[in-house]
């Protein structure tokens, strides 16, 4: 999801390779009406706006579409990256544009766990807004679904999936604080620093950078966002809030919330449960993905299970 300056609600499908958006124009909390913004994409995933277009990162390119405040569909796109490592285990890209003006795309590896042929898989790359100066700027990250800037650090933080078969309870997801030219240990270590049974390298472990924060096991770490409004209570100003996408590969269901990360100079608390219900014993009925702070100072938290966005306020009365 992404905000534009207009305020507007944009939501990438993948599986319809379209961009909608979702204005709400009366201010009732609720999408006046879903307009198709871009259509026939190739499993659209990120979005951003900066600098007069809105970026769309595809699963093998990146586009972008001339905007003006208020437009509600796009033109003809242009490509700006043509050839992102497409596909593969994990296919999202995502992407976010930094305090010093570069384009930053996450790019999954092609597997649970493997030697990449292609170095730029399992990291994080960085562009100028056209397209030129492409380079690797992170490794080591197995799937970094969520990537956003600290709104007044300017880091980069990142979720990271852990990989699957090595029980319930190992290894953990976790939330990186990104640095340049920085390992994270994938696929030769997992968590904090612990070697892979099957790529561990237990020398080289010791070099790589440890995580701001470990999540349970197999929970899907996926969108992250520093919540930036007003209306929730002041404890909530700057702390990080996460989609759980929810587990498959554990025997006792995990997930499936979307929790709250108390920031306290700068550096994250104890995760807490915000917002939960959409797991009913071991059935889910809703997957939370991205999440995202409106206009309004409301969070938003989108659901491709359900196929709905959730619209979460704070009132004191």
Known sequence: MAVS???DLFVSIPSRGQVVALPDRDGDGKADRVVVYADG???????????????VAE???????????????GGKPEVVVPDLPPGGGHWTRTIAFGPDG???????????????RDPRRAGILQFN?????????????RNAVGITFHPRTGELWATNNGRDWLGDDFPPDTILVVKDGVHYGWPHCNGSRVPDPDFGRPVFCKTTALPAVEIQAHSATLGLAFY??????????????VGLHGSWNRSVPTGYKVIRIPMQGGRPGAPQDFA????????????PVDVITGKDGALYVSDDRAGLIY??????R
Not at 276 to 287: E, I, N, S, V
Not at 311 to 316: A, C, G, L, M, P
């Open 5 to 7: 300056p207009s305020g």
């Open 41 to 55: 994409l190739n499993r659209p995933h990120g979005l951003a706006f900066f600098r007069g277009f809105l970026y």
């Open 59 to 73: 699963t093998g390119a990146v586009v972008r579409f001339p905007y003006r405040p208020g437009d509600l569909t």
């Open 102 to 116: 570069k384009m930053y795309v996450s790019v999954g590896s092609s597997c649970n766990v493997c030697e990449e």
């Open 129 to 141: 807004p056209d397209g030129t100066g492409g380079r690797i700027f992170a490794r080591g990250i």
């Open 228 to 241: 930036t409004g007003n209306m929730f209570p002041a404890e909530h100003h700057g702390d990080l809030f």
């Open 276 to 287: 939960t219900g959409w797991l009913q014993g071991d059935r889910a009925w809703g997957r």
């Open 311 to 316: 619209r979460i306020s704070h009132s004191n």
